[in-house]
C-alpha cells in the first residue's frame, strides 16, 4: 500500500518536546546530510547539508572571519530544521528568519526529481519550502548566506521593571536601522 515519507531522523534528536508519532504511519527514509559542501567567500556564502547544525558551521566559519547572519544558541540545531520551521533569532530583526538566508535550495521532489528551487528559478517552491516541514520533499542541499564577523561583541545590558518599559525599549532597539544593533534580545523572570 503507498504510504507517505518522511525522514527517519529519530525523536530524540530533534529539539522538541513533542512525539512525532505521525512517523509511524510513513516509509521512513534515512537522510544522513550533515556535511559543509563548499564555501565560497567571494559571494558570501556557503553550501551546506541539510543536517549540517549551528555548532560546526560556525566553528568552520568563525574562524575565517565569517559567520551566518542569524544564529541560534543551540548549536545541535540543524540548517535543515531551521529552514523548514521557523528559525527565529536575536538578529533576525535585521536579518529576517533563517530561511531569508537561503539563497538556492537542491530538493528530492516526491517523484525522485532533483531540483533546484531559488528566486528566480522554480520561484513557488522557493518561497514554498520554508516553514513547509519537510511535506514539498527532502531537501538536500541549500546555499545560505554569510556575513563577515569579528571575534567579539560589545554587550549593553539594559534592566527594565515594566512589561511596557521592555517593550518599548525593545522596540527602540530593534528599530534603529542598519546603523543599529547587530543583536537585539530581551529576556523576562517574573
Not at 52 to 76: A, K, N, Q, S
Amino acid at each position: 500500500r503507498k504510504r507517505r515519507l518522511c525522514t527517519a531522523r529519530p525523536n530524540w534528536m530533534t529539539i522538541s518536546l513533542r512525539i512525532a508519532k505521525f512517523k509511524e504511519e510513513c516509509n521512513q527514509i534515512r537522510i544522513d546530510l550533515p556535511d559543509i559542501l563548499e564555501i565560497d567567500l567571494k559571494n558570501g556564502r556557503v553550501r551546506v547539508e541539510p543536517l549540517v547544525d549551528v555548532g560546526l558551521l560556525t566553528r568552520v566559519l568563525t574562524p575565517l572571519g565569517w559567520t551566518i547572519p542569524v544564529i541560534p544558541e543551540f548549536e545541535d540545531l540543524t540548517v535543515g530544521g531551521l529552514c523548514m520551521g521557523y528559525g527565529i533569532e536575536n538578529t533576525s530583526h535585521k536579518y529576517g528568519l533563517f530561511s531569508n538566508l537561503v539563497q538556492e535550495y537542491e530538493i528530492v521532489t516526491s517523484t525522485g526529481d532533483v531540483v533546484l528551487a531559488r528566486k528566480d528559478f522554480n520561484a513557488d517552491l522557493f518561497y514554498g519550502v520554508p516553514w513547509s516541514h519537510g511535506t514539498l520533499g527532502f531537501v538536500t542541499a541549500m546555499w545560505l548566506k554569510i556575513i563577515p564577523c569579528k571575534p567579539y561583541c560589545h554587550l549593553t545590558y539594559i534592566p527594565t521593571h515594566t512589561l511596557k518599559d521592555n517593550v518599548e525599549i525593545f522596540n527602540r532597539e530593534a528599530m534603529k536601522g542598519a546603523a543599529g544593533h547587530e543583536f537585539v534580545e530581551c529576556l523576562m523572570y517574573d
